[in-house]
């Protein structure tokens, strides 16, 4: 049942495949997904009767090959965010930026907006790593140790950086931070559209980043709309 009391994140936690059609409309479901869909589509000059129609054809089809990621042990979801969507990230990383440096030496006379690109994306590449060098150290420990705790009925000990919610807020800005820098690729790259003297490299290029960038999208989705909430959720019932 669709309600308007429910955020873009919610509908996105409880059913992924609800994450195209705010593709569709260029709702950003995961950095800014604790918007109702009214404020968005208002933002967006979008009637949100449009948008719940889709809503509603999507949740209406078979879901038996999806993955119900919200009904998910936290423990299990931070290993799997970090064993796929990490490694996903440093392999791709190291992967896209020789071809960015290519294209810059091949095409970027013609098509400038290539050394920019290039800009983001490395600087994307070096905050990332150490974004997820946090989450692995730091915030993911901690929320198995609560897991742990809870399943053990023990005492949990107060961290170093007191509650959950500081580590979760730092990493939520620096998402958003991720948010805007793709935003910002998705503009100059005309949706990862090349142009039309692109060579095979260039193509092959624009397709890893489009797909980079949505890797990304479900990555900070699952942190933001499922992960962080329910460990703050957890550390409020452990305390």
Request: glycine share 4%; proline share 4%; hydrophobic share 35%.
């Amino acid at each position: 049942m669709l309600t308007q009391e429910k955020t873009i994140g919610d509908f996105v936690a409880e059913d992924f495949r609800t994450a195209e059609v705010f593709k569709k409309y260029h709702i950003d479901f995961c950095c800014k997904g604790g918007r109702t869909i009214e404020e968005a589509c208002e933002k967006k000059n979008i009637n949100p009767e449009d948008l719940y129609k889709d809503l509603e054809t999507v949740a209406n089809r078979s879901t038996n090959s999806d993955i119900d990621f919200n009904s998910w042990p936290l423990d299990l979801l931070a290993d799997y965010v970090e064993k796929t969507h990490h490694r996903y990230v440093e392999e791709k990383t190291q992967m896209i930026i020789p071809y960015l440096n290519k294209l810059c030496k091949v095409h970027g006379d013609r098509h400038p907006e290539l050394f920019e690109i290039n800009t983001l994306f490395i600087e994307s590449a070096r905050d990332l790593a150490a974004h997820m060098k946090k989450e692995e150290l730091i915030l993911f420990p901690f929320i198995k140790r609560m897991v742990e705790a809870e399943r053990k009925g023990e005492k949990l000990e107060t961290p170093r950086f007191g509650t959950v919610e500081n580590p979760v807020d730092s990493m939520k800005h620096e998402h958003t931070v991720e948010g805007e820098r793709f935003e910002k690729m998705a503009k100059l790259t005309n949706s990862y559209q090349f142009p039309a003297d692109a060579c095979g490299t260039y193509q092959v290029t624009y397709k890893m980043l489009e797909d980079f960038e949505s890797n990304l999208h479900k990555h900070i989705h699952l942190e933001n709309n499922i992960l962080f909430p329910k460990a703050i959720a957890l550390e409020k019932t452990l305390n």
